[in-house]
């Protein structure tokens, strides 16, 4: 089949590497400047536990499906040659003294929406016994099962497999029906321009920052969340001694760079987890927009010849592997059924 996706945010590029996988022609576009999307300023968190906070329990089995499928891509990329950071030493929640009102309502909320059969992958410990360097904190949960991939080294991966084995065009395409973009026809056509594809998905933009850091005098092995009543802090370990600390929530979709208020917030936090961050060189900071339904589910929308996938929101890396797989494996997509396909949304 010729296949053309728009979009090769993590959505668009997981999805090409399964219809590469299996045997499809694809053509992928996007408009360039990979730095300036969400997928670029993700932190990499597989965190289907923690995300129930907000989350409902459909994420979180898409969340946990996908961590199953992560490992499979990840050998599968690092046979072609790729070196991907990943880590599954889970996440450890904590909170300062004055704020364990927030870290119970965290703890029961999860602990709530889980299934009773996995209230196990939740695990109250002594931060100490994991993190020995957090000595402000007692009490901290243990989301076991957890994981993280280095976001930007899985995208230039995925982008590098569709450069070998298909088609890359750079443009902003300006049309998408079924079948076509930009008057070229396709037997399918794929809709993954997050955002920017609010004029036809029903979206709204939810902006994030991040920053990263260089801190030789921190050394952490897990994910840490700083629960907080007014700003959340998650802090992801990443090779020698970088940190990726995110992340803001805020109802805009302004994509401009980092601001000071949010800048100051986090790393605020981050040093109030560690001292050892006030040493810390910051490497980079990074926005992005995350592309929200307002039920915050995924949106799979499908019609004869185009599907949109989007509403990745919070949990782009989490869900893609899942969501893709729920796409193509819809009974009305076209590589299943060749019939005559309705309007259909997932
Ligand atoms: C600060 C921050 C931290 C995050 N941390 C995590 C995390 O730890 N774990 C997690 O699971 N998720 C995280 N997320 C969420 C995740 O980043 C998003 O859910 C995900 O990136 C959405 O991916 P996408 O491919 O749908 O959209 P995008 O990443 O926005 O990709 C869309 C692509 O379409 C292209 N495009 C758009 N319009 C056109 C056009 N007209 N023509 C051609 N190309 C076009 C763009 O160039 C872009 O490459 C985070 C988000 C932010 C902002």
């Not at 930009?182 to 056509?189: A, C, N, P, R, S």
Request: aromatic fraction near 8%.
């Amino acid at each position: 089949m010729k296949v053309a996706i728009v979009g090769a945010g993590i959505c668009g590029s997981v999805l090409a590497y399964e219809l590469i996988k299996k045997q499809h022609h694809v053509t992928v576009y996007d408009k360039g400047s990979t730095e300036d999307t969400c997928s670029y300023a993700a932190a990499g968190m597989l965190a289907p536990v923690a995300e129930l906070e907000s989350a409902n329990t459909d994420v979180y089995d898409l969340g946990l499906r996908s961590l199953n499928l992560w490992p499979k891509i990840l050998d599968e990329l690092s046979q072609q040659g790729a070196s991907i950071f990943y880590r599954s030493t889970g996440t450890l929640v904590v909170a300062h003294h004055q704020d364990l009102g927030s870290f119970q309502q965290f703890s029961q909320g999860i602990r709530a929406k889980l299934p009773n059969d996995h209230q196990q992958a939740v695990e109250s410990v002594n931060v100490l016994d994991l993190e020995p360097e957090l000595e402000n904190f007692n009490t901290g949960l243990w989301l076991k099962h957890e994981a993280q991939v280095d976001s930007h080294q899985v995208l230039s991966a995925l982008h590098a497999n569709i450069r070998k084995n298909g088609d890359w065009v750079c443009r902003h395409v300006r049309g998408i029906k079924p079948h076509v973009v930009d008057g070229e026809v396709y037997d399918w056509v794929f809709d993954c321009r997050g955002l920017a594809a609010k004029a036809d998905v029903p979206l709204y933009g939810v902006r994030g920052e991040r920053l990263l850091l260089h801190a030789p005098e921190v050394n952490l092995q897990h994910m840490v969340r700083l629960m907080h009543p007014r700003y959340r802090l998650y802090i992801v370990p990443r090779e020698d001694h970088h940190y990726v600390v995110g992340a803001t929530e805020i109802q805009s979709a302004d994509n401009g760079p980092v601001s000071v208020r949010s800048a100051l917030e986090l790393l605020s936090a981050a040093y109030s987890l560690h001292s050892g961050f006030a040493e810390a060189r910051i490497i980079s900071m990074h926005s992005g927009v995350r592309p929200a339904c307002l039920d915050h589910q995924p949106y799979i929308h499908i019609v004869k010849g185009l599907t949109r996938i989007n509403g990745l929101y919070r949990h782009g890396y989490l869900l893609a592997p899942a969501v893709i797989e729920k796409a193509l494996t819809h009974p009305d997509f076209l590589f299943q059924s060749q019939g005559q396909t309705d309007e259909y949304s997932i």
